[in-house]
């Protein structure tokens, strides 16, 4: 349905999904299975547990969805702290979900070192647009 919209990246996609709440997370997981042939999402429960899979992995991440509202380490501070690393996964692309997208907010994820931000609830042809953009 979908895919006569945009193509397809053309190779299997891999993204890190960082988000605290359960159903969230199976809303975008699914979201984002519905929207591409080839993907592997991975799931953090905070900016924290983000960082270290992100370090910890082998591979690089083609993409990072990241909540900015999180207990222990928020979205922002984790943009932050991967954008530090010493290593070609600082430049991986991130983008924000938030709820909140006044000004500031937005402001706010890209002075943290986001690349873009979707609002949330987020519309599934929007999101794989922006998903595009970041990974071709």
């Known amino acids: 349905m979908m895919d006569d ?18 159903f969230n997370q ?15 999402v991975d799931v953090a429960n905070n900016g924290r547990e983000a960082l270290e899979m992100v370090i ?10 990241m909540d900015v509202q999180m207990p222990e380490m928020d979205g922002y501070e984790a943009t932050v702290q991967i954008r530090k690393l010493i290593t070609k996964k600082s430049k991986t692309p991130i983008m924000a979900m938030t709820a909140n997208v006044i000004k500031e907010e937005i402001e706010k994820c890209f002075s943290s070192g986001m690349n873009d931000f979707i609002a949330k609830p987020f519309e599934p042809s929007m999101l794989r647009q922006k998903i595009m953009q970041l990974v071709v």
Not at 26 to 40: G, N, P, Q
Not at 57 to 65: N, T
């Open 5 to 22: 919209v945009v193509a397809d990246p053309g190779k299997p996609l891999h993204l890190l999904l960082v988000e605290d709440q359960p």
């Open 56 to 65: 910890a992995s082998s591979k690089m991440y083609d993409l990072i969805l």
């Open 26 to 40: 199976i809303v975008a997981v699914d979201t984002l299975e519905s929207l591409f042939k080839e993907i592997k």
